[in-house]
Structure formats: structure tokens, C-alpha cells
């Protein structure tokens, strides 16, 4: 519920007319509520309540409202006054109830009006709505749609997301305040998942272009759909796409959807009409993963300067495993919504276009990439070599899918690209990454990623400010900015080997990188307007040299102090470690000077227990090293307060939530959250460095300060206010984690150049473990003590990590106690001040020497040198050592062994097994003999005999020699092998004899153990060689100090010692850069580890005079959830205990899941070096790996905990410390909990006579846990109702017959009875257990409570076939002393017996209905009439609600999920049973269910307390009962596509025990949501045929049916509830009709049973009022203003219905189910609505069913008389020059295109006049209910079933140009919704294109509309219209007359197309067209007539006459010479 105070208003703005009578209205998701009216005030004070129902919903960080305060007008419309736009975040933070005072009203045009508002808000989240995720919260202004906010005022525009949004001091905050943050719902995990994209394609609006056929393709994941083709500009989808992909999050969340529209008519390149793409992630992270039915923006990609091109509205979903996708509301006004206000879109932004400039300079430390065989073959030519150039790199950019490269440099580690790279996209975009890659060139095979690095844009932008074009002082916005800066890269180790890289994946940035690999220096900035005229430029030589000054470096060094490593495991060679940042200290690189990088090497010593150690004791190794980096730390030192800041608030409040667990008293409540409080406003009120001045300062530092700086203050404002206002210290933990998620989001640097400090384990030369350790955390700074690294100067523990982890997580490499310094070389003495211990420097070489002929010299040393390194390969010599700068010798050489390489193989052990062979020879076949060596080691060398062998000093024997028989020996030991020349050994040994055998042997074992009892001095070896020599049988790493018969290899080291020269103190280790003296190896001798820099360097020790001793104790109590290992379904744990050097381990509890060990465990005399002190602060973790003991195999890992323990430095201190669960993780898993604590207690006198008393002792020699740590317990009764067992699984192939249960809970158990056939009757014989036992007080502490299901086989057998373990017991505790019903009294199942036996009180007074009550039926009234109006869909319902019948209610879910049912449970709940090991990734299995409740309550310990009453009796009977079950199916949606054609073909298929119903013949073709509206009834007995199986196939004719996914439903559950379950209640009581009751108890049976079972006195009805419980109700009241119709029943029976109503039982009620497959079982396959029905047959006949057959859509026709067009444009010329056009009409039914039709041609319009007489006749089918054409038509030829689809209603109008020889030329279009159609003008002069609606401006007059359908006829004048340069031109006019008919009137009326017979209706007459209009290549005589002679009629008369003068005057001359002579001749 969601409730507001409106408590006043003050200085409201005055009106012209007077004083306003003020009203405020609130809008909250499209519901507006308003006040009363206060009159003539401008002060006026409301206090009144608005409440706003929020249906199950809990608020979102989205979430707001709309305050509209208008001036009150009793005739006309209220007058605006002001409104405010409020966000609830904070409450949907969990903040209860936030005061919003004086928030600023503001106008419409969101100016401040003066005037103030103050409300008071609550919030009481939904039941069932789980804790608000801190990560929902998050500031995100520019990321949130404000989906859902639309207010409808008419006066205010945009609605709530619009203006500012007010915070709660009611201070209204810009949205630039808000930093722009990426959401992230969980952390992102780099382990495959199934997701699962849905994209809904909807619509599309003012897409470009004329006739033009729209398709949109959607392409995500490199999978495409299609969507089908349409027509127009304005065309309907409604198609939904599935995406199955199973990737990581961190990868897919990165990858785009792709949505493209083309225009399927063109075959052009340019048929790209526009494009949109986002990330996946943004997806996901809006509320409930998915986008709804938003408008998104189309622009073309490749010419940003067209600007839009159309809209698309889509749904997007993203579901993960486990994720419920959220229900589409279509809104009533959608098909006419504002785009704008509905578009995807950050709220309150614009998108625009803007240019992302990235420079990339240079980079550095580019590792070799490709083979150095060229330049080997230069240098055998002497030609230079530079490997370190092996490489060709570029730089790939890539963001929201463009990628774009800068040019390749070859052959440079260190180039130079100068170029800018100029991206434009949309912004604010939806893509977060911009990913930047350097890849190395390769001519012949693939490119090679060389690194990876991501810019966030959310990390380096902030919303508002610049992004919506202020610029102001107050803004903290700011466009996406970077550097100049450098990035650095990490990927794969850095050393080129030639094989393909094994971790490619993290050079393409996919998993975490374990290595430096080089840094890129890039600078980004944004630019809002301009096109770029290049994407790629080179930087001018201006900027480059700007740059340079961010490229100054400063000299640092860094110091680690190695105390311990400890948790080894894997014990192999020699081990060092090495640290390096960046590329500086890297011992296998030569590029950079050599260093004390690495540690002396080092073997590994066990520890007695478990683990091996390495043997430092006080001398601790310790490693230097300088490197050369740009100073930044102001950008450090702030990332380092902000850090410790979070740290220190992370720790106050996890001591706050543990108080809060541990229910402290108030006043420590209290204490606690106060001092959280005052540090909250403490810290963050401290001002933060200052950037100002410093250097490498960028524009991104300057506003990152400036965002803090906003920030803090706004969090000191909360906290103050929380301080002063808060009540509830628990009610504000929510509001304070938000804090800290703030602080968090500042507390990161996007331009942290600085690289991460790597420590390598190095084993062997390998490199095979690692931690990277940011060197923030490291740095020290003079700032401040806060602005110093977190771990700066202290001792941390350190877990490394495999390189390649086989073992998942199982092992640990080693765990590092170390510590750092890291600074300035500038302030390098400051290191005096953290150094510990005494530092001492040697230099050190080792002298080596083999034996050969009994001889010790140096000849025969292949590949040593007689002075080397302690590897023995690079050569050294004594006098080339010289000291480095400010360092000098202090004594000559000396011998001095190296102890921590000496160690024997039983160092640490305390028992220890000496072997020695027996070795036997022979020719083959003959007889054995001693061998030439009768005794040798496993490797063949000669040892001594067994008889020689004594025990060391200080070991003692245990047993006599013997031989080891297990071994693949025979029975007397002996193995058998041949030696073949040139070998002189076997190389395999067998244990049977065969005759070609030479050699046998055995081996003899023999047990000593160490005497504890004897001095350590004893333990030295008494002819220890006096000279030093170590020996080795073999050269390698294996030396010891007294020599044996085998040695053949000898070496000593010599070291000298170093002291510094000045005054530096420790701080001058820092000044030992480079190697004492250099290798020495001449030419010719070269190997790999000849270029190893660094072999003479310096060691580097720290010497401790003596440790502090301390003495733990580890208490370990119990455990909870661990995983299952073992085929019983159980484990049996015990756990390895390790602190520093030292481990012990606890007893095995067996076959367990929740062990409780009650087990103390103690650490003497544990040896630490330093400062006691430091300890206080970073203790060493107490280290618990669980394990599960197996007698066959080695035992399991089952996860690793860690718990830090309090440290006493005085003993006596009195601290308790207190058992806390801590997490047990196997790799990044959560496998189980821990309840441990331990204490680390300074032992200062060496008898431990100050230590605390030693815990009890159990088993003689197990301590227990205290019992001041020990959770105190209380005696508690648990009553168990042990109802049954359902679906029990085979074991062991034989079905399980004959159960019984087990229950176990702490130390006790109890059995009940067995149930003697499952199959008959699966219930318990008698279903209650009672136990009693001891339980912790404390919640935290209770043990889970164990059910076994144990089942009686022959012969005594009785194996566990499954468990399940109950956890939290809160649940079932009660109070029973209070009085409460019983449980099994309220079940349906209970009245079964006795429903007949109803005695109603009845009067005889029954009147009939008043005629004027009664309405009659109407026959277009159906069950789905009801649905739709209970939906929501009051267009579909026709006239239901206005004739008073009922509704019922839908939910969106299970019917089982409805929180207030409980889950059905309330009778008894559905434990699933599992057996087996729990696989890596998968549930264990699922082998049954047991159905039973639990009651538990404390017991008093005072025998004398009476006992309270049970609470399980009177439970219904357990027998069979025999059941009709009405399933009705109406419909499913948004199913799983199952064809290749993106579609399915569902049927329902039902099954129920063993009975099924296949309704195959009636599958739906080619949807994803069919409407089946289908009922089926099936009989059962229940409970052995309880689950109820739904399932929807998917058709196919050839090959199997396919499963598209199933629901299961538990009928047992639904008849044992007191909900009523079975059948729901409706609103009324009819007898006929659609709404006749149908259960089969009347509602005054049901109410008298009811009171029966509650123990009430029996209801009084009568026909006017009813009595219940002591209430009375009138009919009159309760029928006040209701119309009653013709089928409502008797008065006594509305009156029970009422009141049964009232006691919260199931309504009538429609369900939906979610569908799950086998293939993704985690994923949702679809939603399916239905209902169930249960009657049992006990109780007589049902009712009749519901008829909920689907409406068939009625037959319409559409005549439409084409009779004129004027002013079409005149599209051609004639041959004479004439502007004409050949006029057709062409028309059609949207959806059935292929059906279209065409008038006649009026051939040559002269002035766009056409005349045709024309009648279209377009049958088509039509849903009145629903205002939607059905279309049902074949897609393809080949389609076996016609697809069925809706659309709307649409007449398509279209007017062409006839050509004969060419196509035919389109003029124009008009587009007619027939439900909502454009009115006609009477005549041509006032047709226009005002008539059109105008998309592209809304506010733009909307024109007149009516519905053809409720018109039947119109008649007139449209105008056509014509797309030409994104802008509509009038195409022409059209007059029609339009009517629709049914198919009975089409009958009585008949009319036949154009004007064939019947011709009537209107009759048509012949058009009276112009004597011109006619082809004129068919009419020759009219061309001439019409064409040639009316044109140039004149001219032929002209010529005509000039050619009778012409012939004339030609006569003429011709005949007067000839006259003129005759004349002569004979003249008159």
C-alpha cells in the first residue's frame, strides 16, 4: 500500500478572478486520486489520506509521482496551478515513511511559480516482496525510462519523469546531480548460463518512403528472425522472437540487439530504411529485465544528418535462469499513444547526435608476438637482432558494433599512432562499453589479440548538465570525457612461446587478465553538433606536443616483506615468487634493468597435519624494486579516502545488522546506529584534496571532483535528516546501505594509470600462480593517513591463484603473509618508519663440484660453470661483484648454507616410512642371484642394506623391516623386469615371473617416528660437513647436508654482505637497481637463461630477533548445508583447520549434511614476527577447508571458509568471542555455512600460565566448545505430521514398497511407522510424531531438523532412498499456549463425510425479483466476455459490465504463489527428497516428496508446568478419495517457437496417474499464443494420483511431437486447503446463465461447515439478513445499487455466498502458469491460462462446466464504390506534350494483400480527373468483441495449415499511372482504419491534408473520427497523399463510398464487384468519362480525331491550303509558258 498526507500548501499564485479554491490531484501509474476542495485560500491545508492499492507491485528506483495542484471550477474545467514531479526511491529503498516539505510547484513550462506543497509519504511493500536489491537503487536518472508515469492531466504535458525530480528534503534536484550509473542486479559472473531474448516487434510509425513493404530483422548473438512482410508506412507486427543462448553474463551483457527495418520492395543496397541498437545489458537491467512496448527511434547509421526515420515499438526481455518474465499491459489508448512520451529513452534527455573524438598516441611494453626465427638467422649472419620489436601493432575501437582501426606500425613494442578515430552515434547511448584492443598484424595467419581494456561511459559522463545543454556553475553533467590518460592492458603471461596461447580469452578481455601487457595513451572528448569529414585523421603536430606534459615520469619504489607462505599443497621443485608492476621486475624480461624482483629460492616443509610451508623461520625474504610512472595521485589520494571511507561504513554497518540478527537491547541498538550516523556525517563532511594546480590534471578530474563534492553533501543532508527524524534504528539500515552503494559509485577512478603490482609464484622457471593487487592499495601519500593505500606499511594475507586451476578451487597454491610499501623515490626515507626487523643485503654464488672416480672436482660438470647462480647455469665469478651506488662491502666472502633448500623428506612429519629395495639377477632361465647392488633406492642407485640403516637423531624405529605387499607384487613382494641394452635397469617392472626375466626386486618398509621428548640440538647431524658442501645424488634441487654413497654432485654457497654507505636506514635497499656483477659466459655457451636478468642481484633479507608467541583456539561448532558427496545422499565432513604454519584437523561426523563437531581446537606456540600491535588490525584468517572422507578414493573437496580471529594481546582481557556463521565457498560458489570462531591470544609467559582454562575434554582427547561460547539451549517440543509420501523413485532398480520416516534434529531422532504399501495408500498410518530436545535460544544458532525416508527390504535391508533437510525452523515456531484452531479442521477433505448433514435456519419469506431488478440476457454475452472484462480489456467484453454480472480475478501467477493462500500449505507442506552426489553445476536429484508440517514451541524445564495441548488433532482421513477434475484451458502465451519457422503448432495434453488426454486433432496452427478455450474431465483418486500434468506439444505431420513445456499441479494440496481450493467462489449466486454456481455444496452448506470447523455457532439465515459469528448483514445493504438480473438464486444463498466471501477463500479466479521443459529447465517456455476445478464424488453431481469455446469471427463484407479522383498529380507527357496520367484505383484489406483489387483506367486525365463507377467488394473476417480482422492464409505454398493472425481492421487505397510497357508509376495512398475512421468532405474543394492526422506533430489538431463499423456507411471525398523529400505532398482525391454489411445483409442486399450482376445496391452506371479517354494504340481513329487533329487541326488546315496554292501556283508556271506561246501562235 502506498499512502499519502497532502498536509498543505503555501504562497499558491493568485488568479485574475479572485482567490483560487485550491485541488491536488496525485498520479501514480496512470491512477489519479484528488483532495477535497479548500475554498479561497492560497494557504490552504488539506491533511487528508490518498491511498493508492499497489496489486502485488512493489515500488521500483523508478518509481514517482505527479503533484498537480489546480483552482477548482464548478462549471468548466480546473483551472492549472502548479505541479511537481516526486521520486519514490527512497522508499522503494526501504524507507518507510518519507516527509517531502515545500516542494517547488512549477508551471507548464516548468518555471518555478513561488508556490510550495509539503506531503508526507508511506510505503508498505507488498506481502511476499522480497528486501529491496541495493543495486536497483542506483541513481541512474539518465538510464530510467520512467515507464509506467504518465500522469493523465490534461493541463500538464509529459506526465511524471518530466521536470525535475524533487529529493526528500523536498529541495528539487537536477538530474545532472545524479551521477549516470550502469545497473547491475547481480555481480557478473564469467560462467556460462542459459538466457534467454525475447523481442517483441509491435508496430511501426512514419517509416520513409512511398509503397513501400516493411521488414524487420532482429539480430542478436549472431542468430537472425525476420518478421513477415507488410505494407505501408504505418505497418502492424505483433511478432514475438526467441533468442537461446548459453554464454557468461559478462560476455553476453556486453553483446548488441540488432533491430534493422528494410524495405523488402527495394533490391537496392540503400533498402536499409533505419536501425537501433542496445546492449543486452541495458535490457537487463531495467526493472524485471524488459523493456515494454516502447517506441524506439530509427536512423540511418551511416548518414546521421537525415535524422529520423521512423519508429518501432518493441518489448524486450532478458531472462536469466530462474527469472519470471513480467506481463504486457496493452493500454486502452495505445494504438494512438504519444510516441515522444513513450520512447526509449533516458528520461528527461533528448537523443541527438554527437562525435566521439578519440586520440590515440602511443603506447609502451607491447610484448613480443611473433617468432624471432628471422632474427635468429640475422644474427647467425651478424647481422643486429631486437626481439623485443617482434611485433606489429594497431588498435581496434569498437562501441555499440562499429569498429574502426588505426594503421599498423611494424616492428615497434613502442609505437606511435598519433590518429584520431572519430565515432558518431546516438547518445545518450544505450551501450555502455567502448572496447579498445591492440592486435598484433599478421601477414599469413589470424591477427592476435594482444590486450583488452573497456571505457564505461557511465564511469566517465554524468547525466544532465552539458548532455541537455546547460552549462551553468550548478551542474554537475558532464558528456563522455577521458584524459589525456594512459590505459593499461592485461591478458596472458608476457613470455612468447611459439605454441598457440592456452588463455587467449583474456587478451580479448573475456576472463581476468594475470599479466601487465603494455599501456595506450588516448584522450576522449565529446562533441555535440558537426559531422566529421574523416572517421580517421592523424593529431596535429599541436596536440601532440600538448601532450607530452601528461607524459612526465617520476621514479617510485616499491618494497615487499615475505613473512609467510603457508597452504601448500602441491609440493615439486625449488619455489620463489616474484613482484612486479608493470613491466619492472619481470625477471624474464631483458627490456628492463635488472632487480631484486624475486625471492631466494625456497622447498616446501610440511607441517605435520596436512599443508607444507616454506621455511623462512626469521629470516624473511625480501624483494625491491623502482619503476618510473606519472604521478597521480591526486587522483589516488582521493580514490583512497573515498575507499576507507566505504570500508569503515561497510564495517559499522555489518556490526549494526549482526546486533539487529543477534536481537540486542535497544540502547546497544541505539549506541551502534549512532555511531554509524555520526560517522556517515564525519567522513563525508571532510573536504577532499584539491585538484586545482596539480599536475596531469584532465577536464575528467575537474568534474569527477566536482560530482563528489555534490554527492557527500547530499548524503550529510540525508544523514542529518535521518538523524533528526528517525525513530526505528532497523527501519533506516535500508536507507543507509544506499549510502553506501553512493559512496561506492564514487569511490572509482576510470584514469587509474597506474598498473596493478603482480606477485608470480614461479616453481621450476614456471610461472604457475599469481595475485594482482592494485597499487592504490599500496601507495603511500603525504596527503594524509586516509589518503595512504589501505594495506600501505601493514601486513596482508594474500591468496594465490592458479594460472590454470584443474582443481577449481579445491587447492590454494600458497597463501602469502606479506607486506608493502609503495611511494615516491622523493620520499623514500618515509619507509623507515614501516620497515620491521633488520634488513641485511648479500650477494651470493654458488661453487659446484661432481665426483668422478672417487675424486670431487669440476671436470664432468656438463653444463654448469664452477662459480654460478644457485640454478647452476649462468656463469659467475667473485671478483667481477662490485656494490652498487651508496652501498659498500662490510667483510669479505663466506660460506654460509642455505637452510630453507636443505630440507629432508621427513622435515615436519612425525612418522615417516624408510624404504630400501632388494635387487636379484640372473641369466634367463636360470637360478636368481644377489645382484651386483643387493640394495638400491626407487631410482636404481646404490644405498645401504637395511640391516645398516638407523634411524636419525632424534626418530625412533616403530616396527621391524618388512616387505610391501601392496603393490602390483606376487605374494612374496618381489616385481619382475628385463633389462635391454644400452640401459642397466629396467625401465617397467611386472608381477608375474616370466623366464626371459633378468631382474627382481622388493621393497622393505620400515615406520619410525619422531621423539618429541628429545632437544632439538639432538636433531643436528653430529658429521655435518665442516666445509659447507650440500649434496645431491643428481643435479638439481634435491640437496641435503650429510653426504650419502650415492651423492654425485656437490655445492656450496658463498655469500658477502653489503651495507649501505649513507644515512638512508632501510630505506637505501631501495637504491639496489641492477645486477653486482655480470654473466660471464663466453661465446659460444648460451642458453635461454643466459639473457635471464637478474641472477646476481642482491638477496635481500629481513632478520626478526625473536618472534612473539601466540596460542590459538579454534572453535568449531557446527555446519550447515554443505554439499552432498556420497551416493546416500549425504557427506561425511571433517575440515583441515591452517593458521600460518601450523594445521589441525577434526573428527569425521558421519553421513551428515549439517555436522555439528562441538570441537575446540588448539594452536601452541605459533611463531610470529613483528610488531604484535599490527596484528590487531589484519590478522591472519583461520583457514577451514571442508573434506569428505571416502574409504575408497581420496577425499572430496567441499568448500573452504574463512573466519579472522580476535586477538588478546593480554589473555585476560575479558572478550568473549562469539560463534558467527561464516560462508563456505568452493571457488566462487556458495556450498554451505560454517559456525566457527576462534581467538589468537599473546602467550607472554612460556609456561602459558596466563591462558585461559583448557575446554572440556570428550572421547579422551577431543576438547570441546566452551560453554561461555556455546550457544545455550532450551528444552523444545517438535511435533511432526507426518502425513505421506508422494512419487517415490526406484533404488537400486527396485521400487520403493514399504517406507518409514526418520527424523533427526540435534542429537535426537525419532522413526514413525512404516507405511505398509506405498502403492495402495502412501500415507503414514498414524501422521504425528512427538520429540522433545534441546535448541539453541538464538534463531542463528538452531540446527536444521533431517527427514530420512528409510525403506524395509527383505533380509534386514533398510537403505536410506532419500532426505531432505529443513533449515529455518522460524517458520514453524508458535505460541501454544494461545488458543488457536486446530490444523486438520479446515480442509475441504474433512467434510467430506458429513456435508449432507446442513440444518439452515430458513424463513418462509421468499419474495421473487422485481421485474424492474431483472435485466435479460443478451446472446452476445459469453464466458469470454467475463475474461475479457476482468483483464481489463473492456473494448472486447461488449456490454457485460453494464448489465451487473460478475467478474473473477485473474492472477498473474500460480495459484499457489497468491501470497495470501500460502502456497496451499497450510494443511501440510511438500518436501522434495533428494538422493546422491551434488555434480559440479547440477541439482541433486529429486526421488520423491514427503508431505508433512512441523510444529515446535519451547518447553518449561519445571516438571510442575502443565504440558500445553497438541497441536496437530481431529486431522482429516488419510484414506482415498475419489475425485471429478474439470481442467479448463483458455490459452497460452508467448510460447517457445518450435518450427524453423520462429512458430509452433501447440495441443494440450493431459495426464493424470496413468490416464491421459491427447487433444492432438485440435492443435493451433502456427502461433506463439494460441487460444485453445478448451475443457477437459478427468477422474482420480487421490493422493495416488495427485500431480496433475499440463503439457503443450507442439504438431508435426512426419516427425515426433515435440514437448513445448509442461506445469504440474498438486490436487492434494488444493483439496487438503482451508482456502477453499477446490472450486473457486464467485462474486454471485446464479442458478442459469453463463455464471451458474457449480460446485456441488450450496454457500449456506459451505458457510455451515465452515462454522463447524471453527468451532462457531451455527449461521441464522433468512431472506432478508444473515447472522455470523456475531455479526449481522442485511441484503438490502449488501445488494445496495446492484442490478439483479434474471439468473440470480434465492436471497438465503446471496446472503451465505456474502459472508463466505468475507473469510478470505479462493475467488473465482483465472491462473497462469509458467511452462518448463527438460532442455532449459530454469527457463520460462511460455505462460498458460487456466483453472482447475476439484469435486469430490462424495459429495454428489457438480454443477454444469463453463462453455469457454473460442469466438469465431463473423463474416463481413466491405463495399467500397470508387466514383471519382480529382487533383491526382499528373504523373506523364503525351507525344504532343500534355501533362496526363492513366488513372487506376488499386485497394485492398490490410493482411490480405494478395486479394486486392482494381478499378478500370481512366485513360489520358488531363487535369487529374478520373471517373470509374467502380465497386470493390473485400470479404473478411471480423471480431466485433475485439475490433480485429481474423486473416487466416497460407504463408507458403508448401504450408500444410494456414496461419491464423489479427490485425486491425485497414482499408488500403492506392492510385496508379497505367503503363503499357513499363511499370506502372505509384501516385499516392490513403490508409483507413475502419474502426476509427477519417470523416469524409461533401465535395472535392474541401478535401485536404488537415483531414490527416499529422504523426510528426502531436500537438497538431486531431481529426475528426468515427467507426464504420457503428456508421455502416459513409460517403465523400479523401485526400491521397505522397511521401516526397520526408515530407507529404496531396497525391490526389478520391470519392468513395464506404459500407460494411454482414454476411445475412450481403445476402438481402446483394452486390457483385465493378459492375457485373447483380449490379445494384447502388447500381452502377457506366462512367461518363471524356470522349479523350482511351488508349491510344487501340483506337487509331480517335487518336487522330482526339489527339492529332483537335491539337493541330489548324495547322493541317494551314498546310492543306498552302499546298492548293502552292499546286496552284506550280500549275501556274507550268502551264504559262505553254499558254503564253499558244497565245503567240494562234492568238485570238
Known sequence: MLRFIVESASNL??????????????????????????????????????????????????????????????????????????????????????????????????QPTGGQISLVATYEPPAGAGPPNPSDLDDSAALDSGEGDEGDEGDVEGGAGDGGVTGPSGVPSHPAAKRRRKKSKRPLSNKPQDFQIRVRIIAARQLAGNNIKPVVKVTVCNQTHRTRIRRGNNPHFDEIFFFNVTQSPEELFDEPIQIRVYNSFSLRSDSLMGEFKLDIGYVYDESGHAVLRKWLLLHNPEDPSTGSKGYLKVSLFVLATGDDPPVEKKGNTEESDDVESNMLLPAGLTLRWVTFILKIYRAEDIPQMDDAFVESVKSIFGAGTDKKNLVDPYVEVSFAGKKLCTKIIEKNANPEWNQVINLQVKF???????????????????????????????????????????????????????????????????????????YEDMNHGKDEGVSYRGRLLVELRTQLEGTPEKKLDDIPSDDVLVVQKYQRRRKYSLCAVFYAATMQQEVGDAIQFEVSIGNYGNKFDKTCRPLASTTQYSRAVFDGNYYYFLPWA???????????????????????????????????????????????????????????????????????????????????????????????????????????????????????????????????????????????????EKRVAYARIPAHELLYSTTSEDACGRYCGKTQTIVLKY???????????????????FGLSAKEEKFNSFSEGNFSVFSELYENQIQLMGKWGTSGLVGRHKFSDVTGKIKLKKESFMPPKSWEWEGDWFIDPERSLLTEADAGHTEFIDEVYENMGRYPGAEWKIAKEPYTDVNGEKSSSKEECEPPAGWNWMDEWEYDVNRAVDENGWEYGLTIPPDDKPKSWVSTEKMYHTQKRRRWVRRRKKDTQQSSSKTKSPDQDSEGWEYASLIGWNFHMKKRKSDTYRRRRWRRKMAPSGQLKDAAIFRLEGALAPSSGEDGDKSPTDSIFGASTPTISCVFDR?????????????????????????????????????????????????????????????????????????????????????????????????????????????????????????????????????????????????????????????????????????????????????????QLAAVSSPSLIVECGDKYLESAVIKSLKRCPNFPSSVLFMKVYLPKEEMYTPPIVIKIIDHRPFGRKPVVGQCTIHSLNEYRIDAYSKKESVGKRSKASILSNARDCVIDVEDNQKPLLESQVVKEDDSIDWWSKFYASVGEHDRCGKYLQKGYDTLKVYDTDLENVPEFKKLTDFCQTFKLFRGKTEDDEDPSVVGEFKGSFKIYPLSDDPGIKMPPRQFIELPDSGTQECLVRIYIIRAIDLQPKDSNGKCDPFVKISLGKKSIEDRDNYVPKTLNPVFGRMFEISCNLPTEKDLKIALYDFDLLSRDEKVGETIIDLENRLLSRFGACVGLPQSYYISGINTWRDQLKPSQLLHNLAKMKNLSMPVISSTSISYNGQEHLLSEIEKNKTLNEHHGPPEERLALYVLRQQRLVPEHVEMRTLYSTFQPNLTQGKLQMWVDIFPKSLGPPGPPFDITPRKPKTHYLRCVIWNTSDVLLDEKSITGEEMSDIYVKGWIGGLEDEKQKTDVHYRSLGGEGNFNWRFVFPFEYLPSEQLCVISKKENFWSLDKTEFRTPPKLFIQIWDNDKFTMDDYLGFLELDLNSTISPTKTAKGCDLDMLPDTKNPGAKAPKLTSLFSQKSLNGWWPCVQEKDDKRILAGKVEMTLEIVTEQEADEKPAAKARDEPNMNPKLDPPNRPETSFLWFTSPCKTLKYIIWRRFKWIFLGILILLFVVLFLGIFFYSLPNYLSMRIVSPV
Not at 483560487?20 to 491533511?47: A, M, R
Not at 483552482?71 to 522508499?91: C, N, P
Not at 594460472?803 to 610499501?821: A, H, N, T, Y
Request: proline share 7%; glycine share 6%; charged share 25%.
Open 13 to 110: 499564485p493568485g488568479s485574475t478572478f479572485g482567490t483560487p479554491d485550491p485541488i491536488v490531484s496525485i498520479t501514480f501509474k496512470g491512477e489519479k486520486k484528488k483532495t477535497k476542495t479548500v475554498d479561497n485560500e492560497l494557504n490552504p491545508v488539506w491533511n487528508e489520506k490518498i491511498e493508492f492499492d499497489l496489486k502485488g507491485v512493489a515500488l521500483n528506483a523508478s518509481s514517482s509521482i505527479l503533484v498537480v495542484v489546480k483552482d477548482h471550477e464548478t462549471i468548466g474545467k480546473d483551472k492549472f496551478i502548479g505541479s511537481a514531479t516526486v521520486s519514490l526511491r527512497d522508499l522503494a529503498s526501504g524507507q518507510k515513511a518519507l516527509p517531502l516539505k515545500n516542494i517547488p510547484l512549477l508551471t507548464e513550462k516548468k
Open 428 to 502: 545518450p547511448s544505450m551501450c555502455e562499453k567502448l572496447r579498445l584492443t591492440v592486435f598484433d598484424w599478421d601477414r599469413v595467419t589470424g591477427n592476435d589479440a594482444i590486450g583488452t581494456a573497456y571505457l564505461f561511459l557511465s564511469k566517465i559522463s554524468s547525466s544532465g548538465g552539458e548532455v541537455e545543454g546547460e552549462t551553468g556553475e550548478e551542474s554537475v553533467g558532464f558528456l563522455p570525457v577521458f584524459g589525456p590518460s594512459f590505459i593499461n592492458f592485461y591478458g596472458s603471461p608476457r613470455e612468447f612461446t611459439g605454441l598457440p596461447d592456452p
Open 618 to 764: 626469521s629470516t624473511k625474504p625480501v624483494v625491491t624494486l623502482t619503476s618510473y610512472w606519472e604521478d597521480i595521485s591526486h587522483r589516488l589520494d582521493t580514490l583512497n579516502i573515498l575507499i576507507k571511507m566505504v570500508h569503515r561504513l561497510e564495517a559499522n554497518l555489518r556490526r549494526l545488522k549482526t546486533a539487529v540478527l543477534a536481537k540486542a537491547s535497544d540502547d546497544l541498538l541505539a549506541e551502534f546506529w549512532f555511531n554509524v550516523i555520526e560517522q556517515i556525517i564525519e567522513e563525508c563532511s571532510q573536504p577532499l584534496p584539491d585538484v586545482e594546480g596539480k599536475p596531469n590534471v584532465t577536464q575528467l578530474d575537474l568534474k569527477i571532483h566536482k560530482l563528489r563534492i555534490n554527492e557527500l553533501a547530499s548524503i550529510v543532508e540525508s544523514a542529518n535528516t535521518c538523524r533528526s527524524n528517525a525513530s526505528d534504528p532497523k527501519e533506516t539500515i535500508a536507507e543507509m546501505e544506499g549510502w553506501l552503494e553512493n559512496l561506492k559509485s564514487l569511490a572509482e577512478e576510470p584514469q587509474n594509470s597506474m598498473p596493478d603490482v603482480v606477485i608470480w609464484m614461479i616453481c621450476d
Open 803 to 821: 594460472l590454470e586451476d584443474k582443481s577449481k578451487g579445491s587447492k590454494i597454491p600458497s597463501q602469502l603473509r606479506v607486506r608493502f610499501w
Open 1107 to 1291: 618472534p612473539s608467541i601466540f596460542h590459538l583456539r579454534c572453535y568449531i561448532f557446527q555446519a550447515r548445508n554443505i554439499t552432498a558427496m556420497d551416493k546416500d545422499s549425504f557427506s561425511d565432513p571433517y575440515a583441515h583447520v591452517s593458521f600460518l604454519h601450523q594445521s589441525k584437523t577434526t573428527e569425521v561426523v558421519k553421513s551428515t549434511l549439517n555436522p555439528t563437531w562441538d570441537q575446540s581446537l588448539i594452536f601452541n606456540d605459533i611463531d610470529i614476527y613483528g610488531d604484535p600491535l599490527n596484528l590487531t588490525n589484519s590478522p591472519p584468517n583461520v583457514v577451514i577447508e571442508l573434506y569428505d572422507e571416502d574409504q575408497v578414493g581420496k577425499d572430496e573437496f567441499l568448500g573452504r571458509c574463512l573466519c579472522p580471529p580476535i586477538v588478546k594481546l593480554d589473555p585476560n582481557t575479558d572478550v568473549t568471542p562469539k560463534l558467527l556463521w561464516y560462508p563456505v565457498k568452493m571457488g566462487d560458489k556458495k556450498s554451505g555455512e560454517l559456525l566457527v570462531a576462534a581467538e589468537l591470544m599473546l602467550k607472554d609467559k612460556p609456561d602459558g600460565s596466563n591462558l585461559p582454562l583448557l575446554p572440556p575434554i570428550r572421547s579422551g582427547t577431543l576438547y570441546m566448545v566452551p560453554q561461555g561460547i556455546k550457544p545455550v539451549v532450551q528444552l523444545t517440543a517438535i511435533e511432526i505430521l507426518t502425513w505421506g509420501l508422494r512419487n517415490m523413485k526406484t533404488y
